[in-house]
């Protein structure tokens, strides 16, 4: 099976920052890599898949970007609403798993 | 508009078998490049990829709980059902159907997600 780790497991940041989230995978994945987030209480949100497409009607702030066993997923100028929990994917091989995920909070 | 429902017991008891069905609506079972996933969430953790099925009827399951799961689908009735053997404390969790989308390359992804469905494990 593949890994999937992220860094950092959590970080603060204010409305307007700029936040960047690393994956990476134990080997290489291509860009079979997708990223997701999560509110409390709700079910994940598709945010990028395929490393770096933009899902529709998800905010053009996010972005992703990376190739192989490395990504990142950046957030331009956070807003208020984007306060959640932020997990990879990869889907380059059965089982497609998770990342331990990452939690953005308010600083 | 695409959505999934998860439906099945809020409680079950240690040793016993659960069942969960997954209704789904705007799209169909049998379209090639669509199938439907299961992912759970203890309560405080990371998500955890279960199993899949696909529209030729090919299943996938977790590595460490394959012998546990079962994953069907009946078209007609646009339903997917997991079962989960031999239910234990730690399996309570939130569990959630997901639509995959298979894209070019045979790239996939979980859209949209059902709301979930919370579990508990207790006698």
């Known amino acids: 099976d593949i890994q999937m780790t992220q860094s950092p497991s959590s970080l603060s940041a204010s409305v307007g920052d700029r936040v960047t989230i690393t994956c990476r995978a134990s080997?290489?994945?291509?860009?079979?890599l997708n990223w997701y987030q999560q509110k409390p209480g709700k079910a994940p949100k598709l945010l990028i898949y395929?490393?770096?497409s933009l899902q529709s009607g998800v905010p053009s702030r996010f972005s992703g970007s990376g190739s192989g066993t490395d990504f990142t997923l950046t957030i331009s100028s956070l807003q208020p609403e984007d306060f959640a929990t932020y997990y990879c994917?990869?889907?380059?091989?059965?089982?497609?798993?998770f990342g331990p995920g990452t939690k953005v909070d308010i600083k | 508009q695409v959505t999934l429902k998860e439906s099945g017991p809020v409680l079950v008891k240690p040793t016993e078998t659960l069942t969960l069905t997954c209704t789904v609506s705007?799209?169909?079972?049998?379209?090639?490049?669509?199938?439907v996933s299961w992912i759970r969430q203890p309560p405080g953790k990371a998500l955890e990829w279960l199993a899949h099925?696909?529209?030729?009827?090919?299943?996938s399951y977790s590595t460490s709980l394959k012998s546990r799961l079962t994953i069907s689908k009946d078209t007609s009735k646009s339903q997917v059902v997991l079962t989960m053997t031999n239910m234990d404390p730690v399996d309570t969790a939130t569990y959630y159907c997901?639509?995959?989308?298979?894209?070019?390359?045979?790239?996939?992804?979980?859209?949209?997600w059902g709301q979930g469905t919370l579990v508990t494990v207790s006698s």
């Open positions: 997901a639509r995959t989308i298979v894209g070019p390359y045979k790239v996939s992804w979980f859209d949209p």
């Open positions: 705007g799209f169909s079972l049998s379209n090639a490049r669509m199938g």
């Open positions: 099925i696909f529209s030729n009827d090919e299943k």
């Open positions: 080997q290489s994945i291509s860009s079979y």
């Open positions: 395929a490393a770096s």
């Open positions: 994917q990869q889907s380059y091989s059965t089982p497609p798993d």
